[in-house]
């Protein structure tokens, strides 16, 4: 089973950690590769440089069993488009291979917008993940895949390489990156929010803020 997690992680924050260990914890203990991304395709410009992220993500899996990093659309450079990276990784893992990717329902609700969205789970299954304040609308296009491919449990993504899509609802932290920005834009701490290695990653580069920010 592959796992993959991509996201602009500006900055990486215990949401995105704890959800990735739950996807492991349900695929017994099966690494999660995070993928941060190059230039998201659906936002403006980034907070912090890609290598910045990706070494304050660097710095937030140091010595994790269960995590990883795969920064094949650093490499890749442009605009990191998904269908693009599951396209590579099936060449990759050949037709036989589970290959799944997760993502929030905030980002599934606008799933259609992607580019060659219909193609995405013919190459993977889709992990849907329960984000606070966020319900998906059935009547959509992506409420309606979800309906059509939903898996009953785990089970039925490992034994194809492709094509379902799993809701998971784990315990909800109700932290964004955004979030995060914004408190440290104000002088506020970010403390407990990120780890203290990210925290003291984004104090040592200097990040997000217009004005000094104390180290907590
Ligand atoms: N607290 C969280 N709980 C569950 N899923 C999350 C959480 N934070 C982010 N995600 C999901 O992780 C993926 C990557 O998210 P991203 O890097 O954009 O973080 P973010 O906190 O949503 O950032 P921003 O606030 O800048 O949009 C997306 O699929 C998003 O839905
Ligand atoms: O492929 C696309 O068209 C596409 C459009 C929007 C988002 N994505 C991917 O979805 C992931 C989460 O995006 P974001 O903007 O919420 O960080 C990240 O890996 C993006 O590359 C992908």
């Known amino acids: 089973m592959h796992v993959i997690y991509g996201g602009t992680f500006d900055p990486v924050h215990h949401g995105h950690l704890r959800l990735a260990l739950e996807v492991s914890e349900c695929f017994e203990g099966a690494p999660v590769s995070l993928v941060p991304c190059h230039i998201p395709p659906h936002r403006g410009a980034t907070g912090a440089t890609a290598q910045q992220r990706l070494r304050m993500l660097q710095q937030a899996i140091a010595g994790d069993p269960y995590l990883r990093i795969d920064d094949r659309e650093l490499n890749r450079g442009g605009a990191s488009y998904t269908a693009d990276t599951l396209r590579q990784l099936r060449c990759e893992l050949g037709d036989d291979e589970p290959l799944a ?16 969205w219909e193609q995405i789970p013919e190459l993977a299954h889709i992990i849907v993940v329960q984000r606070p304040g966020m319900t998906l609308n059935p009547e959509t296009r992506p409420g309606r895949l979800l309906a059509e491919r939903r898996a009953g449990g785990t089970e039925a993504l490992r034994h194809c390489a492709s094509g379902y899509v799993l809701e998971l609802d784990p315990p909800r932290l109700d932290i964004s990156a955004t979030g995060i920005r914004e408190r440290l834009r104000m002088g506020r701490s970010a403390r407990y929010l990120v780890p203290e290695t990210v925290l003291a990653e984004i104090h040592d580069m200097g990040l997000y803020r217009a004005c000094p920010v104390t180290k907590n």
């Open 101 to 116: 990717m997760v993502v929030g329902t905030d980002a599934f609700a606008a799933f259609d917008r992607w580019k060659e």
